[in-house]
């Protein structure tokens, strides 16, 4: 089995007063290159009705996908982190926008269903601005269940050091996604503060450092000496 401890880099733990997080599933990821292809023109001298403004259908899309993601996929996530624009120029129509986006659900269908769903929507948004769009998936990490008996040798050895555990599930991406895929995995979580990571004031407590260790150990040891095989 593989065992992963880290921190969780959100805020479910530290809401919940929590030292320990038994991780139960790992969000899946796609990244998407969307392009919108206009046409480009004077920005003061064509008419708005015969304007094809990539920039447009994109923003357009960027709202849209947001609030549709939000409303009918409660569990899952939407992101917009970069827009390239061409010719780039501040009096010219912009003729090209591309974007990359990404999807995120911890259930690998509802996943799938909900990257169809958004390059009809990116379709429908290219129409209204006479646009034309496409869409190519870039990456794509599958997401992955913990082993029920990693989960239950992680709150086990939450309890034998006298500490509480919470099952939840991590919205970011870890090494134990990818063994999952070859061996029972689990992963434990300690909080960090403020739900902060990847940033300066990341920071995680040092005695939830040391607690989340002897949980790891004493998880590893409940695996490594139990009667039946995983």
């Not at 010219?92 to 926008?97: G, M, Y």
């Not at 995680?204 to 695996?223: C, K, P, S």
């Amino acid at each position: 089995a593989y065992l992963e401890l880290h921190i969780e880099q959100g805020p479910q733990l530290e809401r919940a007063n929590c030292t320990i997080g038994a991780v139960t599933h790992i969000v899946g990821r796609s990244t998407m290159r969307v392009i919108f292809n206009g046409q480009a023109g004077h920005s003061g001298t064509t008419a708005l009705d015969k304007r094809r403004d990539a920039v447009q259908g994109a923003a357009l899309f960027i709202l849209k996908a947001h609030q549709f993601v939000h409303d009918t996929y409660p569990d899952g996530i939407f992101n917009c982190g970069n827009v390239t624009v061409k010719p780039g120029l501040f009096n010219v129509i912009p003729e090209q926008a591309t974007l990359t986006i990404e999807c995120r659900h911890v259930e690998e269908q509802i996943l799938a269903e909900m990257e169809g769903a958004i390059e009809m929507l990116a379709q429908r948004c290219a129409d209204e601005y006479q646009l034309s769009m496409g869409v190519r998936r870039t990456v794509h990490m599958p997401a992955a269940h913990m082993a029920e008996p990693c989960i239950a040798a992680v709150e086990h050895a939450s309890a034998l050091v006298g500490t509480v555990s919470k099952r939840l599930v991590s919205y970011a991406g870890h090494d134990a996604q990818m063994l999952a895929q070859y061996t029972p995995t689990g992963m434990i979580f300690v909080p960090s503060l403020g739900g902060v990571s990847q940033n300066p004031r990341e920071f995680t407590r040092w005695e939830d450092v040391v607690t989340g260790a002897n949980v790891l150990l004493q998880a590893m040891l409940e695996l490594a000496f139990a009667s039946t095989s995983l």
